[in-house]
């Protein structure tokens, strides 16, 4: 996680995703309530620059299928 741009409240999360052999589609999901807190606050909305790619830094293809999922 990359914090150096939070005066904008921007952050920089960088994630390695084990994909088990064979599988060509993962479904990635982000929350879209907390606990205890019982509002939809869709924490999805506010992604932007997101990006996919394999170990060699290759651009993976994906769509936003939901406010709160890609795949």
């Not at 150096?4 to 994909?19: A, E, G, Y």
């Not at 606990?35 to 170990?55: C, H, T, V, W």
């Not at 994906?62 to 890609?70: F, S, V």
């Amino acid at each position: 996680m990359d914090l150096s741009d939070s005066s904008s409240n921007r952050f920089i999360v960088h994630m390695q995703l084990p994909v088990p052999s064979g599988q060509s589609v993962m479904d990635l999901n982000i929350p879209v309530w907390i606990p205890g807190y019982y509002q939809l606050l869709e924490f999805g909305k506010n992604i932007s620059d997101f990006r996919l790619a394999d170990m060699t830094g290759k651009g993976l293809p994906w769509q936003k299928t939901r406010d709160d999922q890609c795949a």
